[in-house]
């Protein structure tokens, strides 16, 4: 996805985290590797991206919730 991606709303996101988060927990559990139905190897997603993933997911979220501005971006006078 990314942030060049069309605007997608925050269930839509918070779906992806979910779907994302659900992946890391497999690849924890079970590796990343496994094997399928005639018994070639295939890799799962790799463990990084997906780390790297569920982090911009997070921030797109945050941003959604804070009305489009990024969080912790506001203007400080006199600081």
């Known amino acids: 996805m990314g942030y ?8 839509e996101l918070e779906d992806e985290l979910a779907a994302v988060k659900a992946a890391i927990a497999r ?4 590796g990343q590797t496994k094997q399928d139905g005639s018994g ?4 799962e997603a ?3 991206r997906l780390i790297e993933e ?8 945050a941003i959604k919730k804070n009305n489009g501005r990024v ?3 506001g203007v400080i006078f006199g600081g």
């Open 4 to 11: 060049n991606c069309p605007m997608s709303t925050l269930t």
């Open 27 to 30: 690849i924890r559990e079970a």
């Open 40 to 43: 070639r190897q295939v890799d």
């Open 46 to 48: 790799k463990y990084l």
């Open 54 to 61: 569920k982090r911009d997911l997070e921030h797109r979220i």
């Open 71 to 73: 969080p912790g971006s």
